[in-house]
T-cell receptor, first 113, second 113 residues
Framework: EAGVTQFPSHSVIEKGQTVTLRCDPI?????LYWYRRVMGKEIKFLLH????????ESGMPNNRFLAERTGGTYSTLKVQPAELEDSGVYFC???????????FGSGTRLTVV | GNSVTQMEGPVTLSEEAFLTINCTYT??????LFWYVQYPGEGLQLLLK?????DKGSNKGFEATYRKETTSFHLEKGSVQVSDSAVYFC????????????FGAGTRLFVKA
């Protein structure tokens, strides 16, 4: 089966610009998660979708971040406007059941300059 | 709240040496425990998991035993190879944490030939 796909793999943008990251989960996985790792620190939870609904968005840092999951399939994470501290690696993961462990995508490395 | 603490790296070993990466956790409820690995240039991969006390997860020669009495899930391998060089993340998912996964900070392992 195809894995979790994320694109772009790398993005370099200027402060104040907008960037949209995309994640395609494994087909049939209702649970989709966004995480990020900033400056080599621990991987932090951003939010969790169950199908198209936001189950938990307690990790979203501020209102510059907007996540959507159209029709319960792929998801996008938009950062607008981007700030320097948003630089890091953004991971998407999916799972058929929450307690099974995740399948991660390769991540998007975002650099804001 | 739930948390995971793992030993700081980097850890540098010679090929065929014994590996231990310590991981302890704090959680309410009945967490499932995981080790994820990130090889250079790749995304996170689930390495092994254990879902209840005294379970042993194993994969690719790595093992970890869920120790409830010491709240630990140490990762071990009897003989490491250069190809094991990667970053290893200990993680937990708890039914009382909304099932989102909490990660440790990661431990970088270098194995020299």
């Amino acid at each position: 089966e195809a894995g979790v796909t994320q694109f772009p793999s790398h993005s370099v943008i200027e402060k104040g610009q907008t960037v949209t990251l995309r994640c395609d989960p494994i087909s049939g996985h209702d649970n989709l998660y966004w995480y990020r790792r900033v400056m080599g620190k621990e991987i932090k939870f951003l939010l969790h979708f169950v199908k198209e609904s936001k189950q938990d968005e307690s990790g979203m840092p501020n209102n510059r971040f907007l996540a959507e999951r159209t029709g319960g399939t792929y998801s996008t994470l938009k950062v607008q406007p981007a700030e320097l501290e948003d630089s890091g690696v953004y991971f998407c993961a999916s799972s058929p059941r929450q307690e099974y462990g995740y399948t991660f995508g390769s991540g998007t490395r975002l650099t804001v300059v | 709240g739930n948390s995971v603490t793992q030993m700081e790296g980097p850890v540098t070993l010679s090929e065929e040496a014994f590996l231990t990466i310590n991981c302890t956790y704090t959680a309410t409820g009945y967490p499932s425990l995981f080790w994820y690995v990130q090889y250079p240039g790749e995304g996170l991969q689930l390495l092994l998991k254990a879902t209840k006390a005294d379970d042993k997860g194993s994969n690719k020669g790595f093992e970890a035993t869920y120790r409830k009495e010491t709240t630990s899930f140490h990762l071990e391998k009897g003989s490491v190879q250069v190809s094991d060089s990667a970053v290893y993340f200990c993680a937990l998912t708890s039914n009382t944490g909304g099932f989102k996964t909490i990660f440790g900070a990661g431990t970088r392992l270098f194995v020299k030939a």
